[in-house]
């Protein structure tokens, strides 16, 4: 949970007398490949293409290949243009005048308002619209106009065809956290929640490596009411609502248990 770190930062700015920029720049988001984890595509770019900068992915027997979310955001379109333009497309608003076009999909799997992360399957690589054979239309603009795409701010190649591998959706395989009780030790329980046996307690300020998260019991502690439990080893699990994870909700990267 996160709830605390807004207070200390408050502080830390009161104590530092560090004054905010009135105007700070919004960064860009951390644009992923738009495929599955350690997946390689091929991209091409090309001066003639129509946005300028759009990418055309392929890769052998794409056809209904699962396409993923480049960044976090909320979907704002999900359209049919039937035999023209981009056919079936996919557009997710990443904030701060950010947008990803996902175009000629076969199929959609997402809904408009939906909010995804990175990984997140949003459709299927198709041949619909004004396609001629089967690939992944992606587009990256900000305020609508069409911009040059870069993946981990890694400017993609303009112009020609560079194979990409996605590292979207990795799993980081474990995260970290440190128990916050106000001074009670915290309970251990065999499972994902208070009806599990206790099989030991850690202290307030313990440093946790949490490898999965799963939902258990609802609690409310510390950063407020969670039903989330955090695994910190074998047959070991803890009340998310007492962890500090940096993280409202699940933390990014980590697993389900
Ligand atoms: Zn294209």
């Not at 700015?13 to 905010?20: D, K, N, P, R, Y």
């Not at 392929?58 to 909320?74: C, E």
């Not at 701010?153 to 474990?174: D, E, M, V």
């Not at 202290?203 to 490596?209: E, L, N």
């Amino acid at each position: 949970m996160r709830k605390r770190w807004i207070s200390l930062l408050v502080t830390g700015l009161l104590v530092g007398g560090a004054v905010a920029p009135a105007t700070p720049a919004l960064a860009a988001p951390t644009f992923r490949v738009p495929f599955p984890c350690g997946q390689t595509w091929s991209g091409q770019t090309r001066s003639d293409h129509s946005p300028a900068y759009a990418v055309d992915f392929n890769r052998t027997d794409d056809s209904g290949d699962p396409v993923v979310a480049s960044a976090p955001g909320t979907v704002d379109r999900v359209t049919d243009l039937g035999g023209t333009s981009y056919g079936k497309y996919v557009r997710i608003n990443h904030g701060g005048g950010y947008s990803t076009y996902y175009a000629h999909l076969s199929g959609f799997n997402v809904s408009v308002g939906q909010t995804v992360g990175y990984g997140k399957v949003i459709g299927w690589v198709g041949s619909t619209g004004g396609s001629t054979g089967p690939h992944l239309h992606y587009e990256q603009r900000l305020n609508g106009a069409d911009i040059q795409v870069r993946f981990n701010g890694t400017l993609a190649l303009y112009w020609g065809t560079k194979s990409y591998t996605s590292g979207n959706g990795c799993s980081s395989g474990s995260g970290n956290g440190t128990v916050d009780t106000s001074g009670t030790p915290l309970t251990v329980r065999s499972g994902p929640g208070t009806g599990y046996a206790s099989v030991g307690t850690v202290a307030d300020g313990t440093r946790v490596t949490i490898a999965c998260q799963t939902s258990g019991t609802t609690v409310t502690g510390t950063y407020g009411t969670s039903s989330i439990w955090d695994r910190i080893g074998s047959g070991r699990f803890i009340a998310d609502a007492y962890v500090y994870t940096g993280s409202d909700g699940y933390i990014p990267g980590v697993p389900r248990c």
